[in-house]
């Protein structure tokens, strides 16, 4: 038997440079496999932190000798936790301290040691007669709707009846937005409204380039569409979205999402009549939340 070799033949541990396999490399270690299936267990502890192949050779003098693969699966190894072969789960960044302890910094909507979907992590819309969010949809936000276009989403939370009107038609949009509200966590991970329910759930109202007004005339708009190309100051009065709906005391998630992966740029969010209050004598700079 082989130098390294277990019952069951042995396992070479590859590293992964610039997302490939180095062809003739050395193996970074090996590990005596424990059975004939390749099942082995592997000190990590031993790997720097990377991403490495794991390749099953047979026992040499068995009638599989010499032929070895490269299974599917990855071993990726961090300071930092690991999800779903991902370090930080792919949500997050790992930063190690002088001890070489890690820790992940999340993206947003995300939260815990590795980094799990979690609308807990999202910032949070006050509940007023008028509020105003200035945001945006840029490259580096997540896709987690499962639609075409990346999502900024918020949190918001109503203690009394609310019958709210929501917007992204302002001079501040210069972006084509798509405008939803859902009740609870649309996120995976955590518990969903409904017994049984799988997946995200739907969304209560969506509004995709409606309730603008000036994107309501035909006319108007294609003239001022044109005049704007893809985007610019005044997009949002013909492609931003506005809803209203009446909501029951609870916890909702508002998602503002590009219309397409093409569909970047910054919003302006507005929420009226939260908690059951009329909002008047708008003022959009008082109002304005810094979220």
């Known amino acids: 038997r082989d130098e390294g070799e277990g019952a069951g033949g042995r396992v070479d541990v590859l590293r992964y440079v610039n997302g490939t396999l180095v062809p ?143 917007s992204t038609c302002h001079d501040a949009t210069d972006v084509d937005t798509v405008l939803a509200v859902y009740k609870g966590c649309p996120l995976g991970g955590e518990a969903r409204p409904g017994p049984g329910a799988r997946g995200p759930p739907e969304p209560l109202a969506v509004a995709d380039d409606e309730g603008c007004g000036a994107a309501e005339r035909p006319d108007d708009a294609a003239l001022a569409l044109a005049a704007l190309g893809a985007s610019g100051p005044g997009f949002g009065r013909y492609r931003g979205s506005s809803l209203s709906l009446a909501l029951a005391p609870g916890d909702y998630v508002v998602a503002v999402s590009g219309y397409d992966e093409h569909a970047l740029g910054g919003f302006e969010l507005t929420v009226e009549g939260c908690d059951g209050a009329e909002c008047e004598g708008w003022d959009e700079e008082a109002a304005r939340a810094d979220v």
């Open 24 to 166: 003739g490399a050395p193996p970074v270690a090996t590990f005596p496999a424990e059975r004939s299936d390749g099942i082995t267990s592997l000190d990590t502890g031993v790997l720097p932190p990377g991403t490495y192949a794991l390749r099953y050779c047979p026992p040499a003098g068995g009638p599989d000798a010499g032929r070895c693969e490269v299974l599917e699966d990855k071993l990726t190894v961090s300071a930092c936790p690991v999800a779903g072969g991902e370090v930080c789960g792919g949500h997050g960044t790992c930063a190690v301290d002088d001890n070489g302890a890690g820790a992940c910094a999340c993206d947003p909507g995300y939260a815990g040691d590795a980094c799990e979907p979690s609308c807990a992590a999202l910032p949070e819309i006050p509940c007023g007669p008028c509020a105003a969010v200035a945001g945006g949809i840029w490259d580096g936000l997540p896709s987690v709707l499962g639609g075409p276009g990346r999502d900024k989403l918020y949190r918001l939370h109503v203690s009394k009846r609310s019958a709210l009107r929501l």
